[in-house]
């Protein structure tokens, strides 16, 4: 009696084991890799595919002279374009190259000046991180640093004024596929004393596609 509960106990004990390694093994499966479609979980986003987002709706792209604050440059219009260059499994870090960004529409209420000819995003591709757990950071890439120069119509003429990024930040969201830019610091390289010293960047983009599929469904972060 006591030889066949050793043997039951020994019986539950690797069932339970079984059980949890195939639940273990299940999870993994589901995390799939870090950027998918279809969604959390999903297909895996191909590398090469190309992603890309406008501004949510009801939203603006907006870069304040102070952060948090109402002064500074408000755009319409703005998307960037990205391509994947490595999607592992999740957890992990896929990476992109950001090959487009762009900003238009965009009036100004800073003092002295009458209007926002142009802003222009320099030195593409830039290269974007995009981590488990959810965070997306954009560093520089071989064509130089993070730049972006500003056009900008004054009472004296026209002021180019332009600024430089270490590396931005974003938080991505798997609830509308967005990805939210806040209060990104850019501090002025060059322009004269018209020019504000700092910009802080703060757009949210959504819903990101990818573009290179049938559809061009959303993409997931996992």
């Not at 950071?137 to 600024?163: D, E, F, S």
Request: some cysteine; overall charge positive; proline content about 4%.
């Amino acid at each position: 009696m006591r030889k066949r509960a050793l043997l039951v106990s020994i019986g539950l004990a690797v069932t339970a084991t079984l059980a949890a390694t195939t639940q273990a093994g299940a999870s993994g499966a589901a995390a799939g890799n870090v950027l998918t479609t279809g969604g959390a979980g999903g297909t895996a986003v191909a590398v090469g595919d190309v992603l890309s987002a406008s501004l949510s709706t009801g939203t603006k792209a907006r870069i304040a002279t102070t952060a948090g604050g109402s002064t500074g440059i408000t755009c319409n219009t703005s998307a960037f374009t990205a391509t994947v260059t490595g999607n592992p499994a999740a957890p992990g870090t896929a990476t992109e190259s950001v090959t487009a960004h762009t900003l238009s529409s965009c009036t100004t209420n800073i003092i002295g000046a009458t209007g926002v000819q142009s802003i222009t995003v320099n030195n593409l591709p830039f290269v974007a991180a995009v981590a488990s757990g959810g965070s997306l950071t954009v560093t520089a890439g071989a064509a130089g640093p993070i730049q972006t120069t500003l056009k900008i119509n004054t009472i004296l003429g026209l002021t180019t004024c332009v600024y430089r990024a270490t590396s931005l930040t974003a938080t991505p969201s798997n609830t509308d596929n967005s990805l939210t830019f806040t209060d990104q610091l850019f501090t002025k390289t060059s322009g004269p004393g018209t020019c504000p010293g700092s910009g802080y960047f703060s757009a949210k983009y959504g819903p990101v596609l990818d573009t290179s599929q049938a559809g061009s469904p959303a993409v997931f972060v996992n």
